[in-house]
T-cell receptor
Framework: KNQVEQSPQSLIILEGKNCTLQ??????????LRWYKQDTGRGPVSLTI?????NTKSNGRYTATLDADTKQSSLHITASQLSDSASYIC????????????FGRGTSLIVHP | DSGVTQTPKHLITATGQRVTLRCSPR?????VYWYQQSLDQGLQFLIH???????AKGNILERFSAQQFPDLHSELNLSSLELGDSALYFC??????????????FGEGSWLTVV
């Protein structure tokens, strides 16, 4: 069964600090992995998209890594800001003609001043 | 603003009723996706349409149906509503059908409360 597990479930950090969120998946065959940021009550916003051959992808202060051998990904947030407080969702899609994503439950990040 | 428009933003209805959620994709986007997000299930993929044709089905109940019209807007129909159908329903769009290169843009969602 295709699954995406994210950890930690929630995280509280101080403004200016760095943090790393984890995503482990069992989705196969793998096509791509996406990280989304979702503010409470809003639609998710795409941060990064990575394919099998990509190890690292950056988007400003967000850096995602992918290890396709161990089926793990991480999202590193540098110099956190209050506006980073949100849920971060990892989504993995299967390879093939159809787009069928499997979503993680997300990591809830709270950044305190 | 993602460019994806969803209506209504909020909807309260009774069990057993039927509702229709509407989605206008970003200008030029041919793909429309529907998702359901509930507190206990998280985000779940429901269905994907590309240029009017159904491309993929996820965890969509038989009581739910969707379609994409020639002008590319889409509707999600929910019938025989149950309390457990209360959720935030998202529509999203992208310019292409599949593949890692297609950024998917989400609307702000339609909050459905079934009482």
């Amino acid at each position: 069964k295709n699954q995406v597990e994210q950890s930690p479930q929630s995280l509280i950090i101080l403004e200016g600090k760095n943090c790393t969120l984890q995503c482990n998946y069992t989705v196969s065959p793998f096509s791509n992995l996406r990280w989304y940021k979702q503010d409470t009550g809003r639609g998710p916003v795409s941060l990064t998209i990575m394919t099998f051959s990509e190890n690292t992808k950056s988007n400003g202060r967000y850096t995602a890594t992918l290890d396709a051998d161990t089926k793990q990904s991480s999202l590193h947030i540098t110099a956190s800001q209050l506006s980073d407080s949100a849920s971060y969702i990892c989504v993995v899609s299967v390879k093939g003609g159809s787009y069928i994503p499997t979503f993680g439950r997300g990591t809830s990040l709270i950044v305190h001043p | 603003d993602s460019g994806v428009t969803q209506t209504p933003k909020h909807l309260i209805t009774a069990t057993g009723q039927r509702v229709t959620l509407r989605c206008s994709p970003r200008s030029g986007d041919l793909s429309v996706y529907w998702y359901q997000q509930s507190l206990d299930q998280g985000l779940q993929f429901l269905i994907h349409y590309y240029n009017g044709e159904e491309r993929a089905k996820g965890n969509i109940l038989e009581r739910f149906s969707a379609q994409q019209f020639p002008d590319l807007h889409s509707e999600l129909n929910l019938s025989s509503l149950e309390l457990g159908d209360s959720a935030l329903y998202f529509c999203a769009s992208s310019s292409v059908s599949t593949g890692p290169g297609n950024t998917i843009y989400f609307g702000e969602g339609s909050w459905l409360t079934v009482v």
